[in-house]
Every structure is written in C-alpha cells, then in structure tokens.
C-alpha cells in the first residue's frame, strides 16, 4: 500500500501529487503530500457535504473531481454519482481510492468517473440535481469556462450548487466574487464556511429556495 502511495504521487511514475487528503488506514495516509492545507480543505468539503439533505433518486455532478473522494462519500445517499475529471493521474488516484471503499463495503456501482472535459461533455448535466464545483471556478485551465459552467448548470434548472473556493488564486475564489456571480445566474447563495482560504457556499435557484 505505501509504494502504491508513493508511485501515485510520483511524476517519474507517471503519477501526480495527491491533491485530496485520505487516510488509507493500517497507519498510512498521504498528509505528507498534501499537507495541513489540503487536510483541512478535503475534510471541511466532506463535513459539508455529509451535513447536506439528499434524495435518493437524485442525480450528483462533480466537476473537477480529482481523487473522486466526494463522489465516494455521497454515493450512498443518491441515486448516481458523475465526476468529471480532465488530468488521467487524478483519475488513477480515483481508481484506486474505489478499490480501497469497495474493499471496505461500499458498492459504488452507482459512480462513474470520466477522464475528460467539461468543455466537451456539457451534457453531463441534464437531469442532475446538485453540481460540486469544489474549487473550480477560479482555475487557471479552465480558460474562462467557468462561468460557462454556470451557464449551463442554470440553463439545465439545477437546483444546488455547493461551491467551495480558494481565496488565493484570484476574485472567482473569493466567497464575495462567488456569491455575486450565482446571484447573476438566478441563485441563492448561503455562505457554509468563512474560511479563510478555503470558503465553502451552498446555492439554491431561487425558486427553490
């Protein structure tokens, strides 16, 4: 398990530095990569998320969704679970996080995670109830797309958003900037978490408020 770890993190391997903080259990977990940061912004996305009221038939979009450990968590209160992931690493550290849930009960057949993105499969929206976009919005690859996204999650009546930013890298990290531009796309913004650097915002259309 600890060089499976280690070669997941690792570029000479082919890998990429663990993003998502998780504990693999047997006194093994990746804090030493991710740091005291990414412990903090990976559990308080969690906690948010455990804390939220979910449908059973409800249809969940991760966008961004790197190790796939939100849509692991959730995949027991909703119906099906889709992240979006663009780099293949991030996308191997979820394959093997599904391995280490399943091996400790969790079915997961209601979870599919695509290397691709957003961009092309805009799609991936129809029918969903709640998009995470959990530190998405600001990010420098998306070249402008993000508020594309919003577009598209507000043409798709989406009824939540759970936002979570980071405040330095820029205004569409920032909790104000967010709450601004879900008012633009018809939403109520609730700010969860005044972190600092990590704030989490949850939105409602307003008609579902």
């Known amino acids: 398990m600890k060089l499976k770890i280690h070669l997941l993190n690792s570029k000479l391997f082919g890998g990429r530095r ?23 912004r990976t559990e308080s996305f969690i906690n ?11 249809k969940v979009v991760d966008v961004g969704c790197n190790a796939g450990r939100y849509c692991f968590e959730i995949s027991k209160y909703v119906k099906k679970v889709v992240g979006v992931e663009y780099s293949r690493a991030f996308c191997e550290h979820a394959n093997y996080l599904r391995e280490l849930y399943q091996r400790n009960g969790s079915s997961l057949d209601n979870v599919e995670i695509l290397n691709d993105n957003i961009a092309n499969i805009l799609e991936v929206f129809e029918d969903a109830n709640t998009v995470l976009l959990s530190k998405v919005l600001y990010h420098k690859s998306l070249n402008g797309l993000g508020e594309e996204i919003l577009k598209e999650i507000a043409k798709n009546k989406i009824a939540r958003i759970i936002i979570q930013g980071h405040t330095t890298q820029g205004s569409m990290g ?34 579902q408020a």
């Open 18 to 40: 663990w993003y998502q903080y998780f504990d693999f259990g047997g006194g093994y977990d990746n804090h030493k990569f991710v740091g005291e940061r990414g412990k903090y």
């Open 174 to 207: 920032e909790d104000q900037y967010v709450s601004e531009l879900l008012v633009k796309y018809g939403y109520k913004p609730l700010s969860y978490d005044h972190h600092s650097e990590y704030p989490i915002t949850i939105a409602h259309q307003n008609n």
């Open 48 to 58: 948010c998320l455990h804390s939220m009221k979910w449908s059973a038939d409800e």
